[in-house]
């Protein structure tokens, strides 16, 4: 296939990436955006390969590790729960840093292979390009591994942090930098592992003291880390698609963790740096036990509703955990049958990445135009009978308006607790994913409901 025949192709695959990211920016046309990205990646590889021309005896070995990768893919996204979207989202992500660290790598051993020069002599461009590759890539890797790790609870979600270690990273920072530089200058292998090792131990330091709070901005950077990885690597393949689609998920990743910063009152660069959520925690979370909390059942709960003219429901992570969206879609038909508006309020940061709760409620044919966003519904709770909150926690926390002292202080919460009546769906009074407690547990207002969301959820069906 003739050069231009390919750029022209390539550039299709791109208009189709970026009718993908504009399709997946609802829910009511996230399937057409699915099939729009599906369709530019299936013309992008179709198109790499005639490209390349006579591979030779590669060819077999190509396709057997491509039909090896996409069977694996296939079938962790058809075997994968929702609650584990995220983690699987962050393992994603690490691949993606890795393959562009070893096409790095690759280019870096054979230069000429890629026609980029020869040992010793390989272009200039291409050296700052596949560097810079390489070390994002890095980063990429092991910060998505710890991210992983963490919302897997094999590491804990709480910071990790030591004296020094903001000026650490720097210091890291500054020397990958120096080597990029001197790489340039000498084409030395050594300077060029060096820079891909110490980008690894970057990665690692960036995540470790990020809380559990500010885990989904964590998934929306590492997305982003991973599209200019791909960018950088597709400037030294000379690769217009490559260059195209990285730099499409490297910005929308980017503005999204932006948009969610601003969203939670945090800083972007103090995010992306590190370090947010190792604050000290609100000494509410310590008198608990010395607090009186109203419990009920499932009767309470039904009689509550359907008494009541309006219902905001709230869902959170513990709904994902429970599978409990198709039974609460259940019980907000019961609801309506007796004249109960209800409507649903997404915070943005429900669950633990962008989208987790809309994906859910679609999955249970919830309408869209029942669902809002924090600033579309949070002045509607002065004025709702009851708030039904299934598994959300942080989101709902007063503490974020009224304690300077703690880690979410400054972040928009859905004002839950100004509803008339509060039901709480929760297992037990433990603290959610930011680790501290929440003060909605103890107001006059709330009634607890402890119990798997799912299980209450059913039961309520039934009192309807």
Known sequence: MSANLSALF???????????????????TSRQGNYFGIAGMVIAILVTFLSVGNFGPALIYVLIFLVIGGSIGAFI????????????????????????????????????????????????????????????????????????????????GSPITFKGQHFINLLLGITIIFLIYYLCTSQLSSVFWSIIIISFLVGVLLIIPIGGADMPVVISMLNSYSGWAAAGIGFTLENTALVITGALVGSSGAILSYIMCKGMNR??????????????????????????????????????????????????????????????????????KNGVKVSYAIHPVAGRMPGHMNVLLAEANVPYDEVFELEEINNDFANCDVAYVIGANDVTNPVAKSDPQSPIYGMPVLDVEKSKSVLFVKRSLSPGYAGIDNDLFYRDNTLMLFADAKKMTEEIVKSL
């Open 10 to 28: 390539y550039l299709i695959s791109g208009i189709l990436f970026i009718l993908a990211l504009r399709g997946l920016s609802s829910p009511e």
């Open 77 to 156: 996204a058809f075997r994968i729960p929702m609650t584990a979207m995220p983690e699987l989202v962050a393992g994603f992500h690490s691949l993606v840093g890795l393959a562009a660290v070893f096409v790095a790598i690759s280019a870096f051993l054979k230069p000429d292979a890629f026609g980029l020069g020869i040992i010793g002599e390989i272009k200039l461009a291409s050296l700052i390009e596949m560097s810079l590759g390489a070390a994002i890539g890095a980063i990429t890797f092991s910060g998505s591994i710890i991210a992983f790790l963490k919302l897997r609870g094999i590491m804990s």
């Open 267 to 336: 800083s972007f660069f103090n995010v992306i740096l590190g370090g947010w959520g190792a604050s000290e925690q609100s000494s509410s979370s310590q008198n608990k036990e010395q607090k009186p909390v109203k419990s009920g059942n499932a009767d309470d709960a039904a009689f509550l509703m359907k008494n009541a003219s309006s219902v905001i429901i709230v869902p959170g992570y513990g709904m994902a955990v429970a599978q409990a969206q198709h039974a609460l879609r259940e019980m907000v038909d019961a609801l309506k």
